[in-house]
Antibody
C-alpha cells in the first residue's frame, strides 16, 4: 500500500520560503503525477501543483509565480517550495498521488505550516 | 478559473436517510473530469468518486455520482454513521479546482 509522509518546518517567517518534502513508501514515484494541496484551518482545499516522475510540472495559476515542485526519483520523494510567504499561506499542506483514473487517490496525513514572525 | 459551487453548505440528516449534494461548475466540464472526496476531522480527503460516477476502490455502493455539463450530484443512500463528514467536488478539465464543500451532519 502506497504511503506518503510530509516533512518540513511547522513555522516559517513572513517573506521567507516554505519548503516541504513528501516521502513515498510502498510504491515508486515512477509512472505517476504527485501533487501538493493545502487547506486553511476549517476551510476548503486548494490545489498548489503537481509533478510527473519525469519532472514535468503544472501549477495553480494563482500560485505559479511563487511555487516550485521537484522530484528526486533516487530517493522516491518530491518537494514543494513556496516563496515570499505571508500569513495567508498558513495552512495544512498535503502531498498526494494523482490516480491514473483521475483524482488524488493516496494522501499524506498533512502537516500544518504556520507563517508568523 | 473554473469555480465549483457546492450546495447546501450543511445538510442535517438522520442515519438511514438519503443525502443529495450538488456541485455546480461555472463552465461546462466533461464528466470524466469530476471527482468527489470525503473528509473526516483530522484526516486527509478520501477519493470516493471519479469520472463523475465511478466509485473508487472500497467505496460502498450506497455512494453514487451523476451529472453532466455544469451540474453534478453526489448521492448517499441510507446514511451510515460513518458517512457524516465533509464532501468536496473537484474538477480537472481546466487546471484543478475544488468546491467549497458540503458538511453532512447528524440531525
Amino acid at each position: 500500500q502506497v504511503q506518503l509522509q510530509e516533512s518540513g518546518p511547522g513555522l516559517v517567517i513572513p517573506s521567507e520560503t516554505l519548503s516541504l518534502t513528501c516521502i513515498v513508501s510502498g510504491g515508486s514515484v515512477s509512472g505517476y503525477y504527485w501533487g501538493w494541496i493545502r487547506q486553511s484551518p476549517g476551510k476548503g482545499l486548494e490545489w498548489i501543483g503537481y509533478i510527473y516522475h519525469s519532472g514535468s510540472t503544472d501549477y495553480s495559476p494563482s500560485l505559479k509565480s511563487r511555487v516550485t515542485i521537484s522530484v528526486d526519483t533516487s530517493k522516491n520523494q518530491f518537494s514543494l517550495q513556496l516563496t515570499s510567504v505571508t500569513a495567508a499561506d498558513t495552512a495544512f499542506y498535503y502531498c498526494a498521488r494523482w490516480s491514473h483514473y483521475g483524482g488524488f487517490d493516496h494522501w499524506g496525513q498533512g502537516t500544518l505550516v504556520s507563517v508568523s514572525s | 478559473e473554473v469555480v465549483l459551487t457546492q450546495s447546501p453548505g450543511t445538510l442535517s440528516l438522520s442515519p438511514g436517510e438519503r443525502a443529495s449534494l450538488s456541485c455546480r461548475a461555472s463552465q461546462t466540464i466533461t464528466s470524466t473530469y469530476i471527482v468527489w472526496y470525503q473528509q473526516k476531522p483530522g484526516q486527509p480527503p478520501r477519493l470516493i468518486i471519479y469520472g463523475a460516477s465511478t466509485r473508487a476502490t472500497g467505496i460502498p455502493d450506497r455512494f453514487s455520482g451523476s451529472g453532466s455539463g455544469t451540474d453534478f450530484t453526489l448521492t448517499i443512500n441510507r446514511l451510515e454513521p460513518e458517512d457524516f463528514a465533509v464532501y468536496f467536488c473537484q474538477q480537472y478539465g481546466s487546471s484543478i479546482t475544488f468546491g467549497g464543500g458540503t458538511r453532512v451532519e447528524i440531525k
